[in-house]
C-alpha cells in the first residue's frame, strides 16, 4: 500500500492532471464510438414497434457503456496487479483491435448486411481470390489490415502510459462507476427483452441475430423455456450415412443417351438480367432454349458455395459439409466420369478459393487462367482457352465442360468496349461502399448490366463455337446463376447477407437434345435442385438415378407450396430460409433444431399477424425432403413422370 501511494506522488500534480484528462478522454471515446457505430437497423420486414425503438436505443447505450466498463477494468486491474509491460501492451492492444473489429464488422453489416464471421476472415488472411471476391485490392486490403493493426498498437502504447500515470483512485472510480453503470442498464435491459420477446412478437428475436457474437455478452438472448418458434431438424442420420458412402458409388449406370454437356455459370446473375440491352447475344438465342425461367427460379442459396453445389448435385446445400467429410466426389460428376467423360473446369481459382473443388472427381481437368489483372481480363482469357482446348479435342471426345463467370461480381469490371450504360464511373472498392459510396446505386447498377453485356459476348462465342463445330444440337447447354444480386431494393447490397427475392432467384435457361423446339411450360416454382435431375431425363434415364432432392422439370410438376434455401455461411449454413408465395422466414441453425431469426414479406411490406408461421408449421415436413431429409437409397429410384400433353 506504502509502495503504491509513493509511486503515485512520485509522478508530477501535472502529469496526473494531463493523465486522467487523457483516460476519461479515451474511456469517453470508446463509448461514444460503440454507442453511435452500432445504429443499425435490421432489414428483412419487421414491422416498427414504439417499444422496439427505445430499446434499440438502450441497446446501443449499454454497447457503449459496456466498452467503458471492459476498458477501465483493464485500466484499474493491470495496475492492481502490477502486471509487467509484456502483458500490458498485449491486453491493450488485444482490446482496441477487438474495438476497431467491432467497428469494420457494424460497418461491413452496414454496407453490405453480411456478417464477418471467422471463416470469411481467415478466408480474407488465407486465399487472395477471397479478397477479390469482396472486392478488394490485395493492396488496399493489406494497406487496410496494417492500419488497424498499427492503430491497435499505438492505442495500446498510450493506453498503457495512461495506466502507469493515472492516479489509483481515479482508475478505481472509473472503474466502478462503469462497472455499476452497465448492470444498471443491462439488468433490466434482461428482463424486459424476454418480456418483450413472450407478449409482442418476435422483433426482439431478430435485433438479437444481428448482434456481433463479440458482443452478444452483453445482450439479452431468450431463454430455453420462451415462445420463440423453433422447427425440428429432420435429418434422418443414418440416411445421410448411408446416401454418402462411398461403395455407392464405386460402380454407376451406364448412361443410355450419353451427349456432351455445356455448363455456364454467372456470378451475382440476377432474375431480370437477360434482355436485349443488356444482353443481346443471349436474348438473340432465346427460342433455341425449350426451357427459360427467371421470375420463379432459385438458387440453392444466397451464396456462392451453396448455389453452384446445390447446381451440380442436387442437393441442399445443407450436405456440402457432409460430401466433404466423406470425402467423396459429386455422384452426377462421378456418373459422368465412370461413363468416359471428360471433366474440365475453365477456371480452377474459382471453385478453389470456396472448397468446391471437392466436387469434382479425379482425373479433372483443372485450367488455371488468373491473371492477376480485373475479372473481366480472366473470363476474356479462360473464354480463350476454353475455345482452344475444343479445337484441340479429338473427334468423338465426350465432354462435360464447367465454365463459370466472373465479371458479373462486384465490383462488375468490363472493358471500355462495353460502357453502354453510362454513368459508370471507375470501379467502386469494397472499402468505397463501407464508407457511404452506396448512394451511387445507379452507377452501380450500370455497371453491373455493363459487365453482362461483356460475358454476354463471351456466352455468345462459346455458341457460334458450339454451331460452328456443329454440336450445339446435340449439347445439353446450361446457362444459370449461382445466386442472384441486391441493389438495396430490400436495403443491402450484393448478397450473402439476408436472403430475399434478389439475392437467391436466379435466370435458368437449358438447352436439351432431342426435345424438339417446342418451349416447355412451367408454372411452378423450380431451384438448382432440379438441374440435375432434369439432365439425368433427357441422358436417358426413367428414373432418378442419383437419388438427388430435386425433381426433372421434364417431368409432371406438383406446386410446392414451400422452399427451403441455404442462407449465408460458408461450408455450413448459418440459416435454413423457408419460401412461400407471401413471406421469407429465417431459421438460426442450431443443434437439433432451427431457431426463428427472422420474417419479412417477399414485397417489402409490413409483416403483421401470424399466418406465416401457421404457413411454416403446416409445410415444413415436405419443405425438409428439399434440405436435410435426404432420399432413402435402399428405397426404389424415383421415377420420372413423363408431362401431360394437352
Known amino acids: 500500500m506504502c509502495a503504491r501511494l509513493h509511486r503515485d506522488a512520485s509522478i508530477p500534480a501535472t502529469k496526473k492532471s494531463l493523465s486522467s484528462a487523457s483516460y476519461f478522454g479515451l474511456v469517453l471515446a470508446v463509448g461514444t ?18 417499444w422496439l425503438s427505445f430499446y434499440k436505443i438502450v441497446l446501443h447505450v449499454q454497447f457503449g457503456v459496456y466498452g467503458c466498463a471492459v476498458l477501465t477494468t483493464l485500466f484499474f486491474l493491470v495496475r492492481r496487479f502490477r502486471l509487467p509491460l509484456l502483458i500490458r501492451l498485449p491486453v491493450f492492444a488485444a482490446f482496441f483491435v477487438w474495438l476497431i473489429w467491432v467497428i469494420v464488422w457494424v460497418l461491413v453489416r452496414r454496407a453490405f448486411g453480411i456478417e464477418l464471421t471467422t471463416d470469411i476472415v481467415w478466408e480474407l488472411f488465407t486465399n487472395r481470390a477471397a479478397i477479390t471476391a469482396v472486392g478488394l485490392g490485395e493492396t488496399e486490403f493489406a494497406l487496410s489490415t496494417a492500419i488497424l493493426l498499427t492503430a491497435g498498437a499505438l492505442l495500446g502504447v498510450a493506453s498503457d502510459r495512461i495506466s502507469q500515470r493515472t492516479n489509483n483512485g481515479v482508475l478505481r472510480r472509473g472503474c466502478v462507476i462503469c462497472v455499476a453503470a452497465f448492470a444498471l442498464i443491462h439488468l433490466p435491459l434482461r428482463p424486459l427483452a424476454h418480456y418483450q420477446a413472450r407478449s409482442n412478437g418476435r422483433p426482439i428475436v431478430v435485433y438479437h441475430d444481428y448482434v456481433p457474437a463479440l458482443l452478444r455478452v452483453a445482450q439479452s438472448s431468450p431463454s430455453s423455456n420462451d415462445d420463440t418458434p423453433v422447427l425440428p431438424n429432420l435429418e434422418a442420420r443414418a440416411r445421410t450415412a448411408a446416401y454418402f458412402d462411398q461403395t455407392r458409388w464405386e460402380r454407376l449406370p451406364v448412361i443410355p443417351q450419353p451427349c456432351n454437356i455445356v455448363w455456364i455459370n454467372l456470378e ?5 438480367a437477360i434482355e436485349p440491352g443488356a444482353m443481346p447475344r443471349l436474348a438473340a438465342s432465346a427460342d433455341h432454349f425449350q426451357i427459360k425461367l427467371d421470375r420463379q427460379h432459385w438458387s440453392g442459396g444466397n451464396a456462392t458455395q451453396f448455389g453452384i453445389f446445390s447446381q451440380l448435385t442436387g442437393l441442399s446445400g445443407f450436405h456440402f459439409h457432409n460430401l466433404s467429410r466423406a470425402k467423396v466426389a459429386d455422384p452426377f460428376l462421378l456418373l459422368l466420369a465412370q461413363n468416359g467423360y471428360r471433366l474440365r473446369i475453365a477456371k480452377k481459382n474459382q471453385l478453389k478459393y470456396i472448397g468446391l473443388s471437392v466436387l469434382f472427381p479425379p482425373g479433372t481437368v483443372e485450367h488455371d487462367v488468373e491473371t492477376k489483372k480485373s475479372k473481366d481480363e480472366e473470363d476474356r482469357a479462360m473464354t480463350d482457352a476454353y475455345l482452344r482446348d475444343c479445337a484441340a479435342r479429338k473427334p468423338g471426345t465426350r465432354a462435360f465442360d464447367f465454365i463459370a463467370f466472373d465479371a458479373t461480381h462486384f465490383p462488375y469490371p468490363f472493358p471500355p468496349a462495353h460502357a453502354l450504360f453510362e454513368p459508370a464511373g471507375p470501379p467502386p472498392s469494397g472499402s468505397q461502399l463501407i464508407l457511404g459510396f452506396q448512394a451511387e446505386l445507379g452507377m452501380i447498377r450500370n455497371r453491373y448490366r455493363n459487365a453482362c453485356h461483356f460475358v454476354d459476348e463471351q456466352i455468345g462465342r462459346i455458341l457460334d463455337d458450339l454451331r460452328t463445330r456443329g454440336e450445339f444440337d446435340s449439347t445439353i447447354i446450361v446457362i444459370l446463376g449461382d445466386h442472384g444480386e441486391e441493389f438495396r431494393e430490400r436495403g443491402q447490397m450484393s448478397h450473402a447477407s439476408v436472403l430475399n427475392d434478389f439475392q437467391a ?10 426435345l424438339g423446339a417446342e418451349p416447355v411450360q412451367i408454372n411452378v416454382p423450380t431451384t438448382h435442385l432440379d438441374v440435375v435431375p432434369t439432365i439425368l431425363q433427357t441422358l436417358g434415364f426413367s428414373e432418378d438415378v442419383l437419388y438427388t432432392q430435386g425433381r426433372s422439370l421434364l417431368s409432371e410438376l406438383k406446386y410446392r407450396p414451400m422452399l427451403s434455401l441455404s442462407d449465408t455461411g460458408f461450408s455450413v449454413p448459418l440459416y435454413r430460409t423457408l419460401v412461400t408465395d407471401t413471406y421469407i422466414s429465417r431459421w438460426s441453425m442450431q443443434p437439433l433444431q432451427y431457431r426463428f431469426a427472422g420474417v419479412q414479406r417477399r414485397d417489402g411490406g409490413k409483416v403483421e399477424g401470424e399466418d406465416w408461421l401457421r404457413e411454416v408449421r403446416q409445410w415444413n415436413s415436405e419443405a425438409a425432403r428439399m434440405y436435410e431429409l435426404l432420399p432413402d437409397v435402399s428405397a426404389p429410384a424415383r421415377k420420372f413422370t413423363p408431362r401431360q400433353t394437352k
Open 33 to 50: 464510438i460503440l454507442t453511435c457505430i452500432y445504429a443499425l437497423e435490421v432489414n428483412g420486414g419487421v414491422g416498427p414497434r414504439s
Open 268 to 272: 451475382s446473375f440476377r432474375f431480370d
Open 505 to 514: 432467384r436466379t435466370p435458368l435457361w437449358l438447352h436439351l437434345p432431342g
